[in-house]
């Protein structure tokens, strides 16, 4: 059974930091493009960053660029989202997604995506 499971959210004030993990078992996602993705009360989901199977290549949404770092560690099946610099509008549901195809690329868009996590809760206060 596939899972990702992710952690790591919580309550941070504006201009502070948290670090997201995202768990996968059940499967080897080593060679899976990863994705977080977020969706805000009232929002549609949308794409925040993906990074390569690799690790060499990443894309972020603009709002977060220079904000946000995706990165993993495929030794440990693990994808994480560090966010610094904050802001309010960044408060939202994160959820990982791994893609099934072991595409050589990055991906962002919600179809691209085989398998989903639960999601952490992120608020912001200012």
């Known amino acids: 059974q596939v899972q990702l499971v992710e952690s790591g959210g919580g309550l941070a004030q504006a201009g502070g930091s948290l670090r997201l993990s995202c768990a996968a078992s059940?499967?080897?996602?080593?060679?899976?493009?990863m994705g977080w993705f977020r969706q805000a009360p009232g929002k549609e989901r949308e794409f925040v960053a993906a990074?390569?199977?690799?690790?060499?290549?990443?894309y972020y949404t603009d709002s977060v660029k220079g904000r946000f770092t995706i990165s993993r560690d495929n030794g440990k099946n693990t994808v994480y989202l560090q966010m610094s610099s904050l802001k309010p509008e960044d408060a939202a549901v994160y959820c990982c997604?791994?893609?099934?195809?072991?595409?050589?690329?990055?991906?962002?868009?919600?179809?691209?995506?085989?398998?989903w996590g639960q999601g952490t809760q992120v608020t912001v206060s200012s």
């Open positions: 059940g499967r080897t996602f080593s060679r899976s493009v």
């Open positions: 990074i390569s199977w690799s690790g060499t290549s990443t």
């Open positions: 997604a791994a893609e099934a195809k072991y595409r050589n690329t990055v991906l962002a868009g919600d179809n691209d995506y085989d398998y």
